[in-house]
């Protein structure tokens, strides 16, 4: 089992910044991935981005550019540091951990861009 536990969210102005962390515990060694995901409201839950166990990353086009997805492997946690924000970024953030089979969410984090 994975626990996961998110932080940072919260409201800012359009063009602002926020800092979402993700602490892992339990059987993190079994790590594939680590991402994040989001949903706004009447939407599918989507990828923002992935850090992968060597370390590469992708992320969604209308993030590129923006967002920073990063890894510290000590800590066991990912951050996506979000900045240019926009309204249209508004939505329920999730962290994900992949293992082999097994996929972990945490409990979500809003974020909230005001124009």
């Known amino acids: 089992q994975v626990q996961l536990v998110e932080s940072g969210g919260g409201l800012v102005q359009a063009g602002g910044s926020l800092r979402l962390s993700c602490a892992a515990s339990?059987?993190?060694?079994?790590?594939?991935?680590m991402g994040w995901y989001r949903q706004a409201p009447g939407k599918q839950r989507e990828l923002v981005a992935h850090?992968?166990?060597?370390?590469?990353?992708n992320y969604a086009d209308s993030v590129k550019g923006r967002f920073t997805i990063s890894r510290d492997n000590p800590k066991n946690t990912v951050n996506l540091t979000m900045n240019s924000l926009k309204p249209e970024d508004t939505a329920v953030y999730y962290c994900n951990f992949l293992s082999v089979g097994r996929s972990y969410w945490g409990q979500g984090t809003q974020v909230t861009v005001s124009s």
């Open positions: 850090i992968f166990s060597g370390g590469s990353t």
């Open positions: 339990g059987s993190i060694f079994s790590s594939i991935a």
